[in-house]
């Protein structure tokens, strides 16, 4: 499964010149935490997060701490408040493909502790955004629909075998795999690629095979 099967493509976004108050206000009446930031081109700029909220306040207390201090000692604070979303959001953020699988998304967003990851095309321009919620409505997927991924896109279509030679069931995220197929190979493959399958939490493999790859005649 890919992150363009899942992600969410209505996505509401704003501009580099909007006030922060603006953003802020419409993230609260949207009850979202974070929004992306794109031209007049609809490319990714940035991302504003509550992170950046944060710090964006806690720069302004210093900054407040700043000026009592100037005021006591003659100086003068010349840096200004940020006070639209260009001067608080985050510049570059990491953004993914709508064509890389949802693992790997979900790896991304584990691995560097985001909540939701942009998606745009090969233009820079922005088609959607993944979340962790979109991420774990891909592990509740109906069984009978991850059964027959398994027997229409890993054993017939990827492996090319006759899918009535396997007998697959799931149960629960759980995949039981009984059958025959011509190769050891084969027979690691189609369990590695099942288990990598979204909404698979296990495999249970009781596949044989005709031919160990040892003595399998060439190609």
């Known amino acids: 499964m890919q992150v363009r099967e899942v992600m969410t493509t209505d996505v509401m976004t704003v501009g580099p010149d909007i006030g922060l108050k603006a953003a ?114 891909a592990f509740v997927r109906p069984d009978e629909v991850i059964a027959a991924q398994i027997r229409e896109d890993v054993i017939e279509r990827i492996l090319m075998i006759d899918p009535a030679s396997v007998q697959v069931a799931v149960a629960e995220g759980v995949a039981n795999l009984s059958g025959s197929v011509p190769t050891r190979t084969d027979a690691r493959l189609l369990e590695e690629l099942t288990r990598r399958l979204e909404g698979v939490v296990r495999v249970n493999s009781d596949v044989g095979f005709e031919l160990d790859d040892a003595r399998a005649p060439d190609a």
């Open 24 to 137: 802020a206000r419409l993230m609260i009446d949207r009850g979202i935490s974070g929004l992306p930031v794109v031209d007049g081109d609809g490319k990714l700029v940035g991302i504003i997060t509550e992170a950046d909220f944060v710090k964006q306040e806690a720069d302004r207390s210093h900054r407040r701490y700043r000026r009592l201090l100037d005021a006591l000692f003659g100086e003068r604070e010349h840096r200004l408040v940020g006070e639209t979303v260009a001067d608080a959001m985050t510049r570059h953020p990491i953004v993914i493909d709508p064509e890389t699988r949802v693992a790997e998304a979900a790896r991304e967003m584990a691995d560097r502790g985001i909540k939701r990851l942009p998606v745009v095309n090969e233009s820079g321009e922005l088609v959607g955004i993944v979340s962790r919620a979109d991420i774990m409505a």
